[in-house]
Structures are given as structure tokens and as C-alpha cells.
């Protein structure tokens, strides 16, 4: 078993729509959670960097850790076609080495 | 304010072959992270490299070894090359604060091709 598991998709949801993305984690050292963009052809791009449980909110994007359940969203209100992308978690216990689930690629259709 | 940059893009070998792929972090980050990404997973986490020195290692073989220089760039050597090698390897950099890592920025990698 991966220590962090995520969906791949694909996710297919019409403009306007809002997203939620989630990802389950096993390791409870785990304490920072990052929330990674990638286009095709490109590196990964940071969206949304968190610590501990509880909610962060940037524009669109809302990213919520529940800690207690090991369970991390990421939630994109009015999506966009320019959304559509691959999405990765990323969680981090000492600041080293991150861990990423394998990605949900997500598809917002005009 | 360049972000990560990396060379090659692309880069095709024949296996048995050695490599070596460039990265310059971006202004102002100390740490370089290197990552493998084979198609349709998520990266994975070589090593890092803080002070010139590996700090942590994932769990990959010795044929995969680095380097950071004084301005904090870094090499990736990958010897003795595998069919299985064939992947998007990534670098990140960040900056070591009061000993931890702050977030890492990737840069957009180079597509290794074992023929």
C-alpha cells in the first residue's frame, strides 16, 4: 500500500463547476500537506502549502487536512478550462523528502 | 526572478550508458531536491542536497548519485543506465530555515529516454 493514495481520475466536470480533490494518507508523522498543479510537458506548480489540520483558502482554491482521519482536499470554486491538469498531493513530516499520491488528472469542459 | 531552470530538456540513451542532468535553483533557495517521475505517477523523491552534502536519501540505488556546487546549483549522475530508468526527473529547490525546509519549487525537468 502507497502511503498516500489518490484517485486518478480522469475527473470530468462542465465551466463553473466546483472541484474537490482528495487524497488519503497512512503515515501520521506526516505534518506539512502541499497541493501541486501540473500541465502536460511541465514541472509541478505549487497551489496551496499547509501545516497541521484545518482549512486555507487562496482565490478559488481552498485546501482542507483533517489530520484525525488522514484525509487532505483540495476544493476549486468556478473552475475554468484553464484548469484542466494533472493535480498532485505532496506531504512532508521533516521537511525533506516529499511524498506524493500518483495524481488525479482533471478535465473542465467548456 | 528565474525559477528552477534545468538541461537538457530531453535527453535519449542507450542502456549501460551514464548520464548526468543539470539543475540551478531558484533565487535565493540553498536546498536542492531531485525527484523521479515515471509516466502517469507521481514524482519520487531521489535525494537532497543542503551545504553541499546529501542530506537525505529516497530509496533508490547507488547508480544514482548527485552533487550541489558553492551557488548552490546541482547534478544528478545516473551510472550504468536501465531500461527502467526512462522517466521525468525533476528538481526542486527551497530554502532551509531554523533547519526545516520551507516549500520546494520544481522546475519543469528533463525527459530521460533509455533505448
Known amino acids: 500500500q502507497k502511503e498516500v493514495e489518490q484517485d486518478p481520475g480522469p475527473l470530468s466536470v462542465p465551466e463553473g463547476a466546483i472541484v474537490s480533490l482528495n487524497c488519503t494518507y497512512s503515515?501520521?508523522?506526516?505534518?506539512?500537506f502541499m497541493w501541486y498543479r501540473q500541465y502536460s510537458r511541465k514541472g509541478p506548480e505549487l497551489l496551496m502549502y499547509?501545516?497541521?489540520?484545518g482549512n486555507k483558502e487562496d482565490g478559488r482554491f481552498t485546501a482542507q487536512v483533517d489530520k484525525s482521519s488522514k484525509y487532505i482536499s483540495l476544493f476549486i470554486r468556478d473552475s475554468q478550462p484553464s484548469d484542466s491538469a494533472t493535480y498532485l498531493c505532496a506531504c512532508d513530516n521533516a521537511g525533506n523528502m516529499l511524498t506524493f499520491g500518483g495524481g488525479t488528472r482533471l478535465m473542465v469542459k467548456p | 526572478d528565474a525559477g528552477v531552470t534545468q538541461s537538457p530538456t530531453h535527453l535519449i540513451k542507450t542502456r549501460g550508458q551514464q548520464v548526468t542532468l543539470r539543475c540551478s535553483p531558484k533565487?535565493?533557495?540553498?536546498?536542492v531536491s531531485w525527484y523521479q517521475q515515471a509516466l502517469g505517477q507521481g514524482p519520487q523523491f531521489i535525494f537532497q542536497y543542503y551545504e553541499e552534502e546529501e542530506r537525505q536519501r529516497g530509496n533508490f540505488p547507488d547508480r544514482f548519485s548527485g552533487h550541489q556546487f558553492p551557488n548552490y546549483s546541482s547534478e544528478l549522475n545516473v551510472n550504468a543506465l536501465l531500461l527502467g530508468d526512462s522517466a521525468l526527473y525533476l528538481c526542486?529547490?527551497?530554502?532551509?530555515?531554523?533547519?526545516?525546509?520551507?516549500?520546494?519549487?520544481f522546475g519543469d525537468g528533463t525527459r530521460l529516454s533509455i533505448l
Open positions: 503515515n501520521s508523522a506526516f505534518q506539512y
Open positions: 499547509t501545516y497541521s489540520s
Open positions: 526542486a529547490s527551497s530554502l532551509t530555515r531554523d533547519s526545516r525546509n520551507q516549500p520546494q519549487h
Open positions: 533565487s535565493g533557495h540553498d536546498t
